[in-house]
């Protein structure tokens, strides 16, 4: 059974930096690209970032670049989002999500709800204070 699991999500202030975590199984890792993507209260969610786990390219949505970082540790089937200096519009549930098909470009250029993903994990709530 493929899995994705969000966690590290949480209460933090402006300014603060934050680590989310993707844990996957159930697939092979190289095989896939993940991304992470955001949807905060009455707003369509968004692509954050993507990697591409077969060569480590990495595609980040718009105005991500620079305050976010994804990375993956391929050992340990995970993807990270280190989130730096976060604001109070970065507060939202954040859901990693795998697919073996298509590309990040593709992914980032998608549509929501589903940007082509065909996993998702359940989400991991970020909220910033002011």
């Known amino acids: 059974e493929v899995q994705f699991v969000e966690s590290g999500g949480g209460l933090v202030q402006t300014g603060e930096s934050l680590r989310l975590s993707c844990a996957t199984s159930g697939f092979t890792f190289d095989d896939y690209h993940i991304g992470w993507f955001r949807q905060a209260p009455g707003k369509e969610r968004e692509g954050v970032a993507c990697i591409s786990l077969s060569d480590g390219l990495i595609y980040y949505g718009d105005s991500k670049k620079g305050r976010f970082t994804i990375s993956s540790d391929n050992a340990k089937k995970t993807v990270y989002l280190q989130m730096n200096s976060v604001k109070t519009e970065d507060s939202a549930l954040y859901y990693c999500?795998?697919?073996?098909?298509?590309?990040?470009?593709?992914?980032?250029?998608?549509?929501?709800?589903?940007?082509?993903?065909?996993?998702w994990g359940k989400g991991t709530q970020v909220t910033v204070s002011a």
């Open positions: 999500a795998g697919d073996r098909f298509t590309t990040c470009g593709a992914t980032m250029r998608g549509e929501p709800p589903n940007f082509g993903m065909d996993y």
